[in-house]
């Protein structure tokens, strides 16, 4: 049995997530046995890579200065994430950081 645990700091981004997968029908389900369910994951990364590179270049921030304010040392993983290169994409931790850093709502980086 494949489980998913998500762990926040913030209770209140539970029911968002919550939301997002019961509209994606995983009630009951894990991941991995849902039909179609890897491809609707990518498709929100798509949308949440997109989401944080239009906001994050109409505010005139560079991946460099994103990846920095993370912690990161280097770009290279920023940068990889964004663009949903050699398999990269940004975690639950990142999202919130983002969203911190561009100070948005967290929901502005999953909007269609």
């Given at each position: 049995m494949?489980?998913?645990f998500?762990?926040?700091?913030?209770l209140a981004?539970?029911?968002?997530?919550?939301?997002?997968?019961v509209?994606?029908?995983?009630?009951g389900?894990?991941?991995?046995?849902s039909?179609?369910?890897?491809?609707?994951?990518?498709?929100?990364?798509?949308r949440?890579?997109k989401?944080?590179?239009?906001?994050?270049t109409?505010?005139?921030?560079?991946?460099?200065?994103?990846?920095?304010s993370?912690?990161f040392t280097?770009?290279t993983f920023?940068?990889?994430?964004e663009?949903?290169?050699?398999?990269?994409h940004?975690n639950?931790?990142?999202?919130?950081?983002?969203?911190?850093?561009?100070n948005?709502?967290?929901?502005?980086?999953?909007?269609?």
């Amino acid at each position: 049995m494949n489980v998913l645990f998500i762990v926040l700091n913030d209770l209140a981004y539970l029911d968002e997530i919550l939301e997002e997968f019961v509209a994606l029908k995983v009630r009951g389900a894990t991941i991995s046995e849902s039909e179609g369910m890897e491809e609707e994951i990518k498709k929100i990364y798509r949308r949440i890579a997109k989401n944080i590179k239009d906001i994050r270049t109409s505010k005139k921030i560079s991946q460099e200065q994103m990846a920095l304010s993370m912690g990161f040392t280097t770009a290279t993983f920023y940068t990889n994430a964004e663009s949903l290169k050699r398999d990269k994409h940004f975690n639950l931790e990142h999202i919130i950081k983002i969203s911190k850093i561009l100070n948005i709502d967290i929901q502005e980086l999953f909007k269609e």
